[in-house]
């Protein structure tokens, strides 16, 4: 296992900055996620980990070795792609051999390395399938079997499931999870999808405009937003406008319309304008005064969830309500309150 390490990586393309000087160090063993919308820079970044393009300054590490010039041939770095990229007229064992061959290792070697990764995936069955005759989740298996094959130091996955349907994806978020602690190599996962991170991943970064704006464990991206655009990245959130009223060590007192609302946020300017995200699920509906009050304007029964709009003092809110008892509350008249824990005061 390696960590990697990324120095100041920056790419340009043109006029365009397409990566702006990155800092990035990556845990060894680590699954870890790049995040963010289309065009943010994550594929790029992953392209030049892989080093199937250069940097236009910064540096590349796996562990203490620089491979920011190193053809990507000689990176020992397994790669999935989105499209599986499989030899349609080869057979799912041709496939996953291709690699081992490039790399003169013996007939009888091989067949024992290509059965261990096939046997991995639950594909051993099918070795002497071609790959029109697989679905996509098995073709994305061969993939993923073709890339830790040839047992590289470094897995790279490039949206590997985004051709897949809703129930084969979650079904493949299990398997790459469960190789990847099975192997134990540092693995770099890129998506747009904010679940399949929050599930899967030991850490992430998202990104945007080809710059960091955090990173760290998936619960501290979703519960401890830094700015106005991780915590609407992250999930569905509610903005409510305030001004600080109080801060010290143990949380802050922001004034709003609605009154004052407590936040475990620290360290603000007493003064200051900020907005508060609060997730919708930390407003809880209560029988008796709670923070929030409001009438509720719609509501979509989903068994068991029910979605409400509540037309308060600071706006329309997001209400997410467990195991409801009722299909609707529209119409009523409601009483939320929030833990000061789910509240994040964010600087404006």
């Keep these: 296992m390696l960590p990697i390490t990324l120095r100041k990586l920056r ?32 594929t790029t970044i992953l392209r030049m980990i892989a080093g199937f393009q250069e940097p236009t300054s910064g ?4 562990g203490e070795r620089i491979v920011t010039r190193e053809p990507a041939e000689k990176r020992n770095a397994g790669m999935v792609f989105q499209s599986y990229a499989l030899w349609p007229h080869m057979s799912v064992f041709e496939n996953v ?48 079997a073709r890339a830790i094959v040839f047992r590289p130091e470094v897995l790279l996955l490039d949206e590997p499931l985004s051709n897949l349907d809703a129930t084969l994806r979650l079904e493949m978020r299990g398997e790459i999870h469960r190789i990847c602690n099975q192997i134990k190599l540092t693995a770099v996962y890129v998506t747009h ?3 399949e991170a929050l599930s899967m991943a030991d850490g992430i970064v998202l990104l945007r405009d080809g710059r960091v704006q955090q990173q760290g464990a998936p619960r501290d ?10 915590a609407e990245f992250m999930g569905e959130t509610n903005f409510i406008a305030g001004t600080v009223a109080a801060s010290d060590a143990q949380g802050s007192v922001i004034d709003t319309a609605a009154g ?39 509501s ?49």
């Design 260 to 298: 004052a609302i407590p936040s475990a946020t620290t360290g603000l300017t007493i003064g200051a304008k900020v907005s508060l995200s609060i997730r919708p699920e930390s407003l809880r509906i209560t029988q008796t005064a709670g923070v929030l009050q409001g009438r509720c304007k719609q």
């Design 193 to 195: 999808d904010q679940k």
């Design 97 to 144: 051999a291709f690699g081992l061959q490039v790399r003169k290792v013996s007939s009888a070697e091989q067949h024992t390395r290509v059965m261990q990764a096939l046997e991995m995936v639950r594909m051993e069955k099918y070795a002497q399938r071609t790959p029109n005759q697989l679905s996509g989740g098995q073709q994305q298996r061969v993939a993923l």
């Design 11 to 42: 790419r340009e393309f043109g006029s365009v900055v397409a990566v702006d000087d990155v800092d990035l160090q990556i845990p060894a063993g680590a699954l870890y996620f790049m995040l963010g919308p289309s065009g943010c820079g994550k």
């Design 300 to 348: 979509v029964y989903l068994g068991e969830t029910a979605q409400h709009q509540v037309e308060t003092s600071v706006g329309i809110l997001k209400v997410f309500e467990l195991d409801p008892r009722s299909t609707s509350r529209a119409g009523q008249s409601l009483w939320m309150h929030v833990d000061f824990d789910a509240v994040v005061a964010l600087v404006e």
């Design 59 to 62: 540096e590349v590490l796996f």
């Design 221 to 230: 991206l979703y519960q401890r937003p830094r700015n106005r655009f991780v």
